[in-house]
């Protein structure tokens, strides 16, 4: 595609609710990223793939999190037994090569949980 | 560990003026990116401009030009004749060169940017 996309762009989960969230990243981008960015704040860094293996995942804030890219292209990022404060809109951004390339980012999936 | 800090959280301007976004940074790397990303109501970001460490000349795009000041560790953005699509948030970005590894953005936690008509 022309630009990374993610799905579903909304999505509310009752608290204690999994959810998955979606990255297509653009065809050939070898580096994938996930970030979150709750209300007024800057993005954070959750976890890197570089193709299908996920090199740094620091960011990720709990065991409850978990990011797979298998194949090395479509990734997602699933979040067990979602609690109020994973709301947050969750960025992907996928770049050419390893390091250097631009980021290009996706428009993120907006997660409210109640 | 890196920090960014944007310490204006909201800033307007005129159309076709000039307004500067500052952006400090702390780190004891001698080697990194500095970035400046919009993000419009799309929530997509946008690479506005970028600056290499090792580059003692700022780095301009059309009407964004940066500062750089690497001893002061500040890096702000001027935006000069605003247009009333610059209305964003704006952030600054840190990310450390390394070998082959995930080189992760440090993001501050911007400045919200509105141009009025």
């Known amino acids: 595609g022309a630009g990374v996309s993610q799905s579903p762009r909304y999505k509310v989960a009752k608290r204690g609710q999994d959810v998955a969230l979606r990255c297509d990243p653009i065809s050939g981008h070898v580096s994938l990223f996930w970030y979150q960015q709750a209300l007024g704040q800057g993005p954070e860094f959750l976890t890197y793939?570089?193709?299908?293996?996920?090199?740094?995942k620091s960011g990720l804030p709990s065991d409850r999190f978990f990011a797979e890219r298998p194949e090395g292209s479509v990734s997602t990022l699933k979040i067990q037994r979602t609690q109020q404060e994973d709301s947050a809109v969750y960025l992907c951004?996928?770049?050419?090569?390893?390091?250097?390339?631009?980021?290009?980012f996706g428009n993120g999936t907006r997660l409210t949980v109640t | 560990a890196q920090t960014v800090t944007q310490s204006q959280p909201e800033m307007s301007v005129q159309e076709a003026e000039t307004v500067t976004l500052s952006c400090t940074y702390d780190t004891s790397e001698n080697n990194y990116y500095l970035f400046w990303y919009k993000q419009p109501p799309s929530r997509q970001m946008i690479l506005v401009i970028r600056q290499e460490a090792y580059k003692q000349q700022n780095a301009t795009e059309n009407r964004f030009s940066v500062n750089f000041q690497k001893a002061a560790k500040s890096f702000s953005l001027k935006i000069s004749d605003s247009q009333l699509g610059d209305t964003a948030m704006y952030f600054c970005a840190f990310m450390k060169l390394s070998q082959g590894g995930s080189e992760k953005l440090v993001f501050g936690k911007g400045t919200k940017l509105t141009v009025n008509p």
């Open positions: 793939f570089q193709n299908e293996a996920q090199l740094d």
């Open positions: 951004a996928s770049s050419l090569l390893v390091g250097r390339s631009p980021l290009h």
